[in-house]
C-alpha cells in the first residue's frame, strides 16, 4: 500500500469488528520495525512493547478484572465485563509502554512518551498497512499501578496504548478528518491555512 493511502485510510476498527488471524510472526516483527522507527529525541529508545497472545490474553483479562476490583469500590458491571472479555476478542494484545528515565539531564518526560505515542502511531500505520485492523485503548488498565506491576513493568515504566489487533471482519468506515483550514493557520498572518483561497 501507498504511503498517503495507509496515512489517510488508517482508522480504528472497533473490538466487535476485529476477529482471527493475526499477524504471523514475520509481519509481527514488520510492525515492530516501523514501531522503532519513530523519532527518539536523544535515542532514548523508550518504547517497549508487551505481545500477548493465545493463553495469554486470559492472563491479561484475570489481571484487569482482578485490578478493577482491588482498585475502585463498585466497578460498574459494564467495566467489569469489558476488562474480563476485552483481551478474549482479538487475536493478539500489544501493549506499548514507556520505558521512562526520569531524571533524563536533556530530555523531559514528556518527550519520552511522546516518542513512544509516535512509534504507536508507526505501528497503527504499518498494521493496516497489510490488511489487519487495530483499536487504541487507555482507560484505566494503562494508568492502574496494579496492571502495571503484574505485567511485570518497572515503577517507572508508563502504558502508552493497549492495542487491539486483528483482521477486520468487515470494511470500516473512515471517521470524519478535520479540515486543514480548521487546523492549520498562517502566522503571522493569523489565517486559515488551506481555506481554497490559494493561501
Ligand atoms: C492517547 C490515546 C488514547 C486512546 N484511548 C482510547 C480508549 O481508551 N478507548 C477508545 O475507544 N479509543 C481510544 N483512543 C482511540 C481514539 O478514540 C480514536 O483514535 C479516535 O476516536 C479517532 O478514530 P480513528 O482512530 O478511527 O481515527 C485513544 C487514542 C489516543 C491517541
Known amino acids: 500500500m501507498e504511503a498517503f493511502e495507509a496515512l489517510l485510510g488508517r482508522r480504528t476498527v472497533p473490538l466487535p469488528k476485529l476477529g482471527e488471524p493475526g499477524p504471523d510472526d514475520a509481519t509481527l516483527a514488520r510492525w515492530l520495525e516501523a514501531a522503532a522507527a519513530a523519532p527518539d529525541h536523544g535515542k532514548l529508545v523508550p518504547f517497549r512493547f508487551l505481545i500477548v497472545r493465545g493463553e495469554g490474553r486470559r492472563k491479561l483479562a484475570s489481571l484487569l478484572e482482578r485490578a478493577l476490583l482491588s482498585e475502585r469500590d463498585s466497578p460498574p458491571p459494564g467495566e467489569l465485563e469489558k476488562m474480563r472479555t476485552n483481551p478474549l476478542r482479538v487475536p493478539l494484545v500489544l501493549i506499548a509502554w514507556a520505558e521512562l ?54 515503577a517507572t515504566g508508563r502504558i502508552v496504548a493497549i492495542i487491539y489487533v486483528g483482521t477486520p471482519k468487515a470494511e470500516q468506515a473512515l471517521p470524519p478528518r478535520p479540515a486543514v483550514a480548521d487546523i492549520a493557520r498562517l502566522w503571522p498572518e493569523n489565517r486559515p491555512f488551506g481555506a481554497g483561497d490559494g493561501s
Open 101 to 154: 528515565r526520569p531524571d533524563h539531564p536533556k530530555i523531559p518526560e514528556i518527550e519520552q512518551i511522546e516518542a513512544v505515542a509516535a512509534a504507536v502511531e508507526n505501528l497503527l500505520v504499518a498494521i493496516h498497512a497489510t490488511g489487519f485492523g487495530a483499536k487504541w485503548a487507555t482507560g484505566f488498565p494503562a494508568y492502574s499501578p496494579t496492571v502495571r506491576q503484574g505485567l511485570g513493568l518497572p
